[in-house]
């Protein structure tokens, strides 16, 4: 009877109803949500995720904002359409919606540099960590490991589960408005 009793009483050591952090311990994690085998830049695909610079000289990755609604506006710095679309990014933008602006050519036609980035994100009152760096080396015509930009401003829209919906060349604030309306009314 005492030897039951002594097994009992190590077995009933580890029941406990008690959670992780009542126990001292740390949760676990919840597993990411991104766990898709394949991605590419074709419209109903889950989008490759990247990490650039930004205009606060530090990094942005594009995962890191997975459950947000994403507007990639690829633009060059000489291109008078991109400047249209980023003076009227409040019209199209808020706070549902979030913008990345990535640079594909400084003024100049060069790969952009930080210095060019930070210039665009304080003419157009921007969020520095919004505003990324990335060249001509990120496009792919297929649409496959990169965006397949024909046309400056470019945008790509992303839902919330990193599925892009709608990939636009040029510019129109009214499609653009339509377009993310659209997009939110359905998540």
Not at 61 to 85: K, M, N, S
Not at 101 to 126: C, F, K, T
Not at 130 to 155: C, H, T
Request: aromatic share 12%; hydrophobic share 40%; with cysteine.
């Amino acid at each position: 009877m005492l030897i039951l009793s002594l097994l009992w009483g190590c077995f009933n050591l580890g029941l406990d109803d008690s959670g992780p952090a009542e126990r001292g311990l740390e949760p676990i994690p919840e597993p990411s949500p991104i766990h898709w085998e394949a991605c590419s830049y074709q419209l109903g695909d889950h989008i490759c995720d990247f990490t650039y610079a930004n205009a606060e000289n530090t990094t942005t990755t594009l995962y890191d904002h997975y459950g947000e609604v994403i507007v990639l506006d690829y633009f060059t710095e000489w291109c008078p359409y991109c400047r249209q679309a980023a003076e009227k990014a409040d019209y199209y933008i808020d706070e549902d919606v979030i913008m990345f602006s990535v640079m594909i050519q400084n003024q100049w036609g060069n790969d952009p540099r930080v210095e060019d980035i930070e210039r665009w994100a304080s003419a157009y009152q921007l969020e520095e960590t919004e505003v990324l760096a990335a060249g001509d080396y990120i496009k792919d015509p297929n649409g496959q490991w990169g965006p397949d930009i024909q046309a400056y401003p470019s945008f790509i829209i992303v839902d919330k589960d990193m599925i892009i919906r709608e990939k636009i060349m040029g510019w129109s604030l009214e499609i653009m408005q339509q377009l993310i309306a659209d997009i939110k009314s359905e998540e």
